[in-house]
């Protein structure tokens, strides 16, 4: 089993609508957590950090879930520009290693 | 503020050949991180240096070792390099060696092996 899992998608999203997708995370002691957007052929950028107690940005939001060991991010209002692959990356605690998963695939459409 | 920055952005080499891949840190970032990403995937974490010395690393064999300068420019190194290596490997930095800080990627280096 992977250590950080991610449906690939592609998630087809109407424009306006609402899209939200999950990260499975193996290990229980993971510590911090995120979500990065990664545009075709360009680097990943920090989207937004996933606390505890789930934070929103706008039409975004993050949620943790400990217990079963998933993030999501839920994205409200979609826009084209929204149209990317989100990643979501997971620091264990011990080891000082960072784990990214596979990334989900998102296209906003007209 | 400077970000990022990667050289080259793109290199081709042949199977059992040495490349070195260059990442100057974002002004203020003490700390730069490699990731190898093939086409499809997820970066894959590489290592990571702090002050000068690796203080994290992944699954990558010793072939791929890394340094970093006092100021806080990094390099890559890869031996004998495998068709497998082909990839983009991406330089990170951040601040703090705690594994909690958000990255700023630079653009990436493209390598092909043949």
């Known amino acids: 089993r992977k250590e950080v899992e991610q449906d690939p998608g592609p998630f087809n999203v109407p424009e306006g609508a609402t899209v939200a997708f999950n990260c499975t995370y193996s290990?229980?002691?993971?510590?911090?957590f995120f979500w990065y957007r990664q545009d075709c052929r360009k680097e990943p950028k920090l989207l937004m950090s996933v606390y505890s107690s789930g934070n929103e940005d706008g039409r975004f939001t993050a949620q943790l879930n400990r217990a079963s060991q998933y993030i999501s991010l839920l994205i409200r209002d979609s826009k084209l520009s929204d149209s990317a692959t989100y990643l979501c990356?997971?620091?264990?605690?011990?080891?000082?290693?960072?784990?990214f998963g596979g990334g989900t695939r998102v296209l906003v459409k007209p | 503020e400077t970000g990022v920055t990667q050289s080259p952005t793109h290199l081709i080499k042949t199977r059992g050949q040495q490349v070195t891949l260059r990442c100057s840190s974002q002004?203020?970032?003490?700390?730069v991180s490699w990731y190898q990403q093939a086409l499809g995937q997820g970066p894959q974490f590489i290592f990571q240096y702090y002050r000068e010395e690796e203080n994290g690393r992944g699954n990558f064999p010793p072939r791929f070792s890394g340094l970093q300068f006092p100021n806080y420019s990094s390099e890559l190194n890869v031996n004998a390099l495998e068709l497998d290596d082909s990839a983009l490997y991406l330089c990170a930095s951040s601040l703090g060696a705690d594994f909690n800080s958000p990255l700023h990627f630079g653009n990436g280096t493209r390598l092909t092996v043949t």
């Open positions: 002004s203020g970032h003490n700390t």
């Open positions: 990356v997971v620091n264990r605690a011990a080891g000082n290693k960072l784990t």
């Open positions: 290990n229980s002691a993971s510590q911090s």
